[in-house]
């Protein structure tokens, strides 16, 4: 019989492809009574054997055996050194911000998340540290951004949700030159079909409230590093702020995370035939769908992703078409949040938006005619018929 400090070792299961990987998670199940799902660890001690002896577990904060499941998980499939879960994406943007120091600058995409802006604006610059935003998916813009202070650059791509992509790799190659450390939000794509530390990225986050968990049901967020070192960094930083998700949220995110892979082909080949559909509609003016071949990054696209994601903006003709659509919109849900096995669509000007200008969402073309939609794992032809209903 396996005892307890089995919890603390696990098979890599480098030799696996993702689908796998994610059903069979890192333990996979649980080493003492056998269990196939990994039970939840609903405590937040634990007994000591003895004065200098322990059984690896202290205190939930810091460690507990259903969230190291779920994180390990997550390492494995990114191909990271560890993960850390946190409360929601939003910890894990704030806990990878607290790498920096007064004084320092941050480059962050120019349509990153609202609340990562929020996080640099609000926060950041009351601790002296400055941010700049910009067009990642030009280079020679980059370069020009670049301070002699500069340590982070936050990016996301494809962006949210003008669906611009950065290539990684060229990014990744110009930060290190100057000592800078790159983290991607990979929320959109997740590492079942872009894997950022494989491209030179130093650090993945996550929304998991999206795709990872899945179900619109649990907010989490997850960090992954490449290095011994970031780790004990960060594993300290966790511990002050005390953002670690809890053992209930560990287990539904990892019971989310087993069918990801087979969720997202879902996504992914719904939402292309969904694009399709409005790419060819009289009242639909442009469609923003990275898996286009006329989309300018394509090739990037092709080059570090191997799946497109269920993600699409498009533009209305008009006001007076986007209001009808959103009243008339019925088995598509008018919702924010995205990734979720229900397809839900957004109006990025009045909701996910707000906190930008008018005049940088125009200049982003975050029109008020733009619509965000994440489309779900429902029939396609029940998900295009409700589109062309609402539309004509
Ligand atoms: C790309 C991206 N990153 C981070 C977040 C923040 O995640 P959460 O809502 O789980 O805090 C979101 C939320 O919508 C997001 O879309």
Aim: with cysteine.
């Amino acid at each position: 019989m396996k005892n307890f400090t089995n919890y603390t070792v696990y098979d890599k299961k480098e030799k696996y492809h993702d689908d796998t990987k994610v059903v069979r998670g890192a333990l996979g199940h649980d080493p003492v009574t056998g269990a196939i799902s990994f039970p939840i660890f609903q405590a937040t001690t634990y007994r000591h054997i003895g004065i200098k002896e322990n059984t690896n577990f202290n205190y939930s904060r810091i460690i507990n055996p259903t969230r190291e499941e779920f994180e390990r998980t997550m390492a494995i499939l990114d191909g990271g050194y560890k993960a850390f879960a946190v409360t929601s994406g939003m910890a894990a943007v704030s806990l990878v911000l607290t790498m920096l120091k007064s004084k320092e600058h941050i480059l962050i995409s120019d349509d990153v998340y609202g609340g990562t802006v929020r996080a640099c604006e609000n926060t950041l610059k009351t601790m002296g540290i400055e941010y700049n935003q910009v067009d990642f998916t030009d280079i020679e813009e980059v370069k020009k951004n670049i301070k002699s202070n500069t340590r982070m650059m936050l990016i996301e791509t494809p962006t949210n949700p003008m669906m611009k992509v950065a290539d990684i790799e060229e990014i990744a190659n110009l930060a290190h030159k100057h000592g800078i450390t790159v983290v991607v939000d990979n929320t959109f794509l997740t590492g079942y079909y872009q894997k950022p530390l494989l491209f030179g990225a130093d650090i993945v986050i996550y929304s998991a409230t999206k795709y990872i968990a899945g179900h619109n049901d649990v907010l989490a967020g997850v960090v992954v590093v490449k290095t011994e070192e970031q780790a004990e960094y960060l594993k300290n930083q966790n511990a002050v702020l005390g953002a670690s998700l809890s053992p209930m949220d560990s287990w539904l995110a990892l019971r989310g995370l087993k069918t990801l892979a087979i969720r997202m082909e879902k996504h992914s080949s719904n939402a292309f035939k969904v694009a399709e559909f409005l790419r060819h509609h009289p009242k639909v003016k442009k469609v923003y769908y990275v898996g286009f071949e006329d989309h300018p990054n394509y090739l990037v696209t092709k080059k570090q992703t191997t799946g497109f994601g269920g993600m699409i903006s498009f533009e209305l003709d008009t006001m007076e078409t986007v209001n009808k659509f959103l009243e008339k919109i019925n088995l598509i849900l008018f919702a924010e949040s995205l990734g979720g096995v229900e397809s839900l669509v957004t109006h990025p000007a009045s909701r996910t938006h707000t906190e930008v200008t008018k005049e940088i969402r125009e200049k982003l073309g975050i029109s008020d005619t733009l619509l965000r939609l994440s489309v779900g794992i429902e029939n396609s032809e029940d998900l295009i018929n409700d589109l062309k209903q609402a539309l004509d």
